[in-house]
């Protein structure tokens, strides 16, 4: 939905409700004070009769009368049922704006990750299609030599490990998104991560992946694949959001009241209004049409649900000098 349409609807919804506000408001009062009115007509016109039928009654008396304290309890709750009713009413009409905004803007969110997502998987998707493409069209035109054929080669291969990752990055949140029901078996964590890591590291050479751990192994019932995939993307994501050549990761496991797994990075860091949404499905800082890193905002949101079916908890704290600190533990 564009900007200025979703603007424009915001305000003519929000203008008609606080128009019902002040309305509902303006016909309390004119009720309040014709009730008012009726009443100090009906008391008086109960005085003048009780004068007519006993001209000895001072006004204190007729004050004390039952009938008009009788008229004057009566109009007091008829005043009190008015303020009431009127209450409810702006009560709910306040919490329907409430309900509306918050749908409004879950339905323009969805719409902008739609978006993002669009553009995003078309570059994702494109890219590396393309690239492989103008690969296998030279290997077809041109006679290369064998330095040159081992480098497009490996080229190729690249931007087709880049897609794997994608379309398990897809299948991924498919199956998560559909109950996914973990394999929990007892094993040792350290030596998971100190694997994965291993993995990781030789994936990414540039990149100094550091971890420190308990000496004795830490028995825990969990999932392989999801502390892997939960391990791998915050690795890379810090690698990715990074500005440095040689990137730095400190990854930390300790067992205190429980077990913690701290993974540092010395990138980009993220401000305090993403830390709420960088776990959004495909939602991604910054702006779709300029944003240089590739990604599909799908990393966060895997770590996310996987923390979840693990029942243990992620979160987001700033690194002492540069960068983002992801702190899961497990119960």
């Known amino acids: 939905m564009p900007a200025k349409r979703s603007r424009r609807i915001k305000v003519l919804t929000f203008g008609l409700f606080f128009y019902l506000i002040i309305a509902l408001s303006w016909w309390t009062l004119l009720l309040i004070v014709k009730n008012n009115d009726a009443k ?53 009409l306040l919490v329907g704006i409430y309900q509306i905004n918050k749908s409004f ?70 199956r998560l998104e559909q109950a996914f029901q973990p394999n929990f078996e007892e094993i040792p964590i350290n030596l998971l991560i100190e694997h994965g890591l291993n993995t990781l590291q030789t994936k990414h050479p540039n990149a100094h992946i550091n971890y420190s751990g308990p000496d004795e192994d830490l028995m825990i019932s969990t999932d392989k694949e999801g502390i892997y995939a939960i391990l791998k993307n915050l690795v890379e994501n810090g690698i990715k959001y990074n500005n440095n050549t040689h990137p730095t990761i400190d990854v930390c496991l300790k067992k205190e009241e429980n077990i913690t797994l701290s993974i540092k990075d010395d990138g980009i860091g993220i401000s305090d209004n993403d830390k709420t949404k960088v776990f959004n499905k495909f939602y991604r800082v910054g702006n779709e049409d300029t944003r240089k890193t590739k990604g599909t905002g799908l990393g966060l949101y895997i770590v996310k649900e996987f923390v979840t079916a693990l029942n243990a908890h992620v979160e987001i704290q700033n690194n002492e000098k540069q960068g983002t600190e992801f702190v899961i533990s497990f119960k």
């Open 105 to 174: 803007n879950r339905e323009v969110e969805a719409a902008n990750q739609q978006r993002n997502f669009l553009l995003s998987i078309t570059h994702e998707l494109k890219s590396p299609l393309a690239s492989i493409k103008l690969i296998l069209q030279t290997f077809i035109k041109r006679e290369l030599p064998e330095a040159k054929v081992k480098d497009f080669s490996k080229d190729a291969l690249t931007e087709t490990i880049r897609l794997e990752n994608l379309v398990n990055d897809l299948l991924i949140s498919a």
């Open 40 to 92: 100090l007509a009906k008391i008086e016109l109960l005085k003048i009769v009780s004068v007519a039928q006993n001209q000895n009654l001072s006004d204190a008396q007729l004050e004390q009368l039952p009938a008009i304290k009788q008229v004057e309890e009566d109009y007091t709750k008829q005043k009190y049922m008015i303020i009431g009713e009127a209450a409810v009413f702006i009560i709910l």
